[in-house]
């Protein structure tokens, strides 16, 4: 009796070892097609390129804020901004209303570079109300909700003697988001302006606000978190439906084979145990 239930447990162990090798094989081949799974669905491709560090930070924080999954790399050129596939048009217009990348604006150095042929005196003046644009509309472009902005500043004609024939003029215009009230600011920009531009007056400041449209549906905040939702920011939160779908169906997969063998050890081994009793 002793001898049969010895060789009953023997055996008994070596159907568990078979069968947990059976299931480790098997579980493997399902978490590799999984993975194979996962990786295929979360290819990203490159949004920009040639960015600086404070650029990629800002995009990438903005991305990421917005529920999409994005991250960085650097190369020899710069940083570079990527996202997943799926996501790439919202990632685009994520960026767009908030006014990323910002415009790349001209320096003294790029006016004046060093080692230039003296020019002429209206020459001079021309570079002089270029860079002062361009430092108006960095100026602008800081403000919350700026998404574009451009400023141009008459040149003032001149007669014979070197007196300014008209007063001088400045437009403005810019394009924010409609999430910020810019109406508000209006009295500010002009201050910006008139302090900036010298001679210049109010009345001779013309300033074009205009809100951009939304070319994807507007997400919308939370109440209780905060947290932004919508369909600009539900999708792209961990891994994608079809990679989620296919580890569950793995798990649940590996659950059911192992619930089916199980119940086929439980069946034979009392089988095999009795036979061996009646045996001996």
């Not at 050129?77 to 990632?91: K, L, N, P, Q, Y």
């Not at 010298?198 to 809100?211: K, N, T």
Request: include cysteine; charge should be positive.
């Amino acid at each position: 009796m002793t001898c049969g239930r010895r060789i009953v447990d023997v055996l008994a162990r070596s159907a568990r070892r078979t069968l947990s090798v059976a299931l480790s094989r098997w579980r493997g081949r399902w978490l590799l097609g999984s993975l194979l799974v996962i990786s295929l669905a979360g290819c990203k491709v490159d949004l920009h390129r040639s960015l600086s560090e404070t650029e990629a930070n800002q995009m990438l924080a903005l991305l990421l804020v917005s529920g999409l999954q994005a991250d960085k790399r650097a190369d020899t050129a710069g940083m570079t901004v990527r996202i997943e596939r799926s996501d790439f048009v919202r990632g685009v217009e994520v960026l767009r209303q908030h006014g990323l990348p910002r415009q790349k604006r001209a320096s003294v150095e790029d006016v004046f570079p060093p080692g230039q042929l003296v020019s002429s005196p209206v020459q001079e003046q021309a570079k002089l109300i270029y860079l002062k644009e361009q430092r108006l509309e960095r100026m602008l472009a800081s403000l919350d909700g700026v998404m574009v902005a451009e400023v141009s500043i008459a040149q003032v004609p001149t007669d014979s003697a070197g007196r300014t024939t008209l007063p001088p003029g400045v437009a403005v215009f810019v394009k924010y988001s409609p999430e910020i009230n810019m109406t508000q600011r209006m009295t500010d920009i002009r201050s910006l302006v008139h302090d900036s531009v010298p001679g210049v007056s109010p009345e001779r400041i013309s300033i074009v606000l205009q809100p951009a449209d939304y070319r994807l549906p507007r997400a919308s905040i939370d109440a209780s978190t905060g947290a932004p939702t919508g369909p600009l920011t539900d999708r792209g939160r961990g891994l994608p439906t079809v990679a989620w779908g296919m580890v569950v169906a793995a798990c649940l997969g590996g659950a059911a084979a192992a619930a089916v063998a199980w119940r086929r050890r439980a069946s034979w081994v009392p089988r095999l145990r009795a036979r061996v009793s009646k045996a001996s």
